[in-house]
């Protein structure tokens, strides 16, 4: 009688521990793909009114290959690297830097990129560098730090005339009424504006060449492994409107 007692207890025990297997304890976290709620790509905006964010055609197939749940969230970009350097959200596609690699592990290779370019008239010098702004008058757009060529034009050493302006349709608007010589603008944006509008004789000059990483957040759970299988699945995704290897 004990002894059955004892199998019945046995089996109780290897039942309880198949409901907790491992299978079920190695379940993911679910990810938070914070992006900036401005885009770098384009001047369109979603169904919900927010600007459209191709690297969510890229998170869409990458999060689904690792398994791995997943919902995205839009930030201002000061508020995103905040959360991402104290573990409030989990990853993001950006330029990377210092600050991101103290607290994240960034890809070893892009997965997307973009032009910072200077548009300028036919027959004004062509600016290629951040130093070939000072003593300029520039347009720029709010929002964007432009890398840190931002602060390179409101140092006032530098004296460059910084001419702000709430979008880029009216950055191209100033440029076209001479309002400034130079205009600091995204390929994509400016190519979209430019498409609707066309603007004679405007030319333009790359200033910057700018490189998009997975920035992985190191309190991710397992965050080494984690990164090691989504960068494998990136190299094997194409994605339109998302240009796969480095620009520079």
């Known amino acids: 009688m004990i002894k059955g007692r004892y199998c019945v207890l046995v089996a109780g025990c290897l039942l309880a521990m198949a409901a907790t297997s491992p299978a079920d304890a190695a379940e993911p976290r679910t990810i938070e793909y914070a992006y900036p709620d401005q885009s770098v790509w384009t001047t369109r905006l979603d169904a919900k009114g927010e600007p459209d964010n191709p690297l969510l055609r890229l998170a869409a197939p990458l999060f689904q290959q690792a398994g791995i749940p997943w919902r995205a969230r839009g930030l201002p970009a000061a508020r995103l690297f905040e959360y991402l350097s104290d573990g409030q959200t989990d990853f993001s596609m ?123 957040s190191r309190t991710y759970p397992d965050a080494p492994a984690v990164m090691a299988r989504l960068e494998a699945i990136a190299e094997t995704l194409r994605v339109e409107g998302v240009s796969k290897f480095s620009l520079k």
């Open 94 to 216: 950006l330029v990377k830097g210092p600050a991101l690699e103290k607290c994240c592990l960034v890809s070893k290779r892009p997965v997307a990129g973009t032009e910072l370019r200077v548009y300028r008239r036919k027959g004004l010098p062509p600016i290629t560098t951040r130093q070939g702004l000072a003593g300029k008058e520039v347009i720029t757009v709010h929002g964007y730090s432009y890398g840190d060529i931002l602060a390179f034009i409101r140092n006032p050493a530098n004296r460059v005339g910084n001419n702000g302006t709430v979008s880029h349709e009216s950055a191209f608007a100033m440029l076209e009424r001479g309002r400034a010589d130079y205009l600091l603008d995204y390929a994509g944006p400016a190519e979209e504006v430019l498409a609707d509008h066309p603007i004679k004789d405007l030319e333009f000059d790359v200033i910057d060449r700018l490189d998009v990483y997975l920035i992985l």
